[in-house]
């Protein structure tokens, strides 16, 4: 035998042998806090209560190798063990090293972590039927009366690591090749967070009921989201009150992240539907974008916002189902983008674009919205700003056609807009068909037989085949409307435990009702404070009941109740058997302060307080600008302080008042925008005078505990704007 052909069987058979050995069963094993796997591996069945180091680097379990296996056999691992509050849930369960490839993790559920799983730069990376639910996610400050502006998020940056700072169930950067299948993400903040990653597949997931992202893409290319329920990711919503949604969405799509498919996810019920923009980099130069993502299929309805948000770019927006949102499509300065086949109701504006150029808009279904589709250009835009130095941003070259109007208070509302094609289009008991004045140019009624026959084909690819996919839509209809976003200080109500929801929170009258929610069941009222003429105190779930509130200074109502049913779900993910009786309440405090609040005109360019640490210059005597008398302290401006003398663009608030406490802690709350200070009888409780610790685009939100003797006390307030937006509240709650 050749010995070159013997050499060659051998080390085949050496290499089979070692290979042999390196994928051979092992044995059950128990996770420890700082274990490494090297190697496939099965974890043994059990809770495992392991609590991360505090940052980002020192995780529970580290997984670091080639072509690994871990099953972790439905365990749960479970971190910060000594607090139930989601905000201050760190750590990260587990780690996936850098460089790592061909990893799969399968059958793990984490929780009580500010991250569960993290990868960064590994090849091939498979997460599969996992539960990721109930870790980190923020106290919301906002209720149902009033938003609390700090409540806003900011994802534009995340070049280093910025989304890193609102927690995520799993956090993937430079992740290529990555597939995420049947895994649940509930009770969090964001569920599937994405970077620089490319050629993934995010299929079969639920990822509903969390309060920030449900799937998140920066500089993302060439993925496929498929079959996926990303429901009720959503904050900032009061229904009737307040739909601000402060940047919470069902899908992110940011900075330069292209071709990639969203098919067939239902992605109600959330701040906004799918939120793309292009990106800084494209806001600074006028190039690139997020471009030709295909967003085909999916539903997007009940949005507080937008159903789909679409910026700066050229995409594909395609037969989606869009209902009930403020704007079903929002395309400001889309260019070249077709937006064909969709279903629109009962939106406030069907599809707005301002700024867009280039665009095909036909084949869609149009049912009572107020305005159908809305086009049109400011009067001027920022003479510095490099976008529009870099593109020609007239409002022009549109194809209208082939639409289906129906019941529109307005089927189209043009503004400053040349070069429209109109045709082809059928309208029904609208009001108002096309709403257009001198500024709009070279309109054009008359058919064109090639535009008919190009738009007249199928506006969509042929199906996808993707086997073994769910029905994402199955049920959808129980929860329809936006009126089912109940927004709690966790997140969205999820329906898995009873609440009692406070239906007029601004009603002035004396009455005050509630819908009991949940699981069947029965409830019963066990005490109440504040209120009396109760209709009702027990009964099955659902109901409703009626009560009085009590005439007092200070507003403390408290009512408690008790359920016993179904199996439930708490806010906090414990399950309570059937059977088994579960408490929940509802509570509102108010504390009245006097308020007198003086504002005053500022310069910092010839007097700073944030550097001099003293509100006015010394032997200055200043005059209010303005002054007001309230009960509380509840501010946000935009663009500055309107007075007597002009807008002040610059200013100081200065706010002095005394308040009749009962004894007892009290927990007390400031958001603010730009420097802040807080004197409670005279002692400085929060100093918060240096605005460059607070490096994101974002107002903060600060509590103290302060234990008070019955009587008065008084509170002075100390803030300062330095320009732009601006914001300043106080927040007292009673602690029991």
Known sequence: MNKKIVFFSVLLMKCCLIQAQIRKPVGEKMLKRGMVITEDTKIKKGVYKLDAGRDFDHPVILIDGYRITVDFNNVTLQGSNSTKKPDDFFGVAIII????SNITIKNLKVKGYKVALLAKDVTSLTVENCDFSYNYRQH????????DISDWMSYHHNENDEWLRYGAAMYLRNCNIAIIRNCKVTGGQNALMMTDCNDGLVMNNDFSFNSG??????????NEVVYNKIDFNVRGYSHGIYNRGQDSSGILVFEQSSHNLVYKNSVTHSGDGFFLWAGQTTMDSGGGGCNDNLILGNDFSYAPTNGVEVTFSRNKILKNRIFECDNAIWGGYSYNTTIAGNQFRNNNVGIAIEHGQDNDIYNNLFFRDRVAIKLWAK???PADWPYVKARDTRSRNYNLVLNSFNENKTAIDVVRTDSIKVFGNYFSHSDELIKADSTVTNVDTTQDDALVDKFSADTSIL?????????PFKGRGVLNGRKNILMTEWGPYDFRSPVIWNTNPTDTSDMMSFDIKGPNGKWKIKSYKGVDSISSKSGNVPATITVKKLKAETTDIEIQLEYVGEEIKTPLGETITKGKPYSFSFRKF???IDWTVNWFSVDTTAYNPITTGELFAPNVKMRAARTEKTLKLDYAWWGGIKTDEGQMLQFITLAEGTGNFQQGEYEIGVTWDDAVRLYV???LLIDEWSPSKYTFDESPHKTIKLDLSAGMHHFRVEHIELGGFATLALKIKKVE
């Open 681 to 683: 009888d005279n002692k």
């Open 213 to 222: 992202i449900g799937i998140g893409m920066y500089r993302c290319n060439y």
């Open 140 to 147: 919301l400050n906002s209720t149902q009366e009033k938003e």
């Open 590 to 592: 108010f504390q009245p």
């Open 463 to 471: 199906d996808t085949a993707f086997a073994n996919h769910i029905d």
């Open 97 to 100: 090293s850098s460089k790592s």
């Open 379 to 381: 009067t001027e835009q």
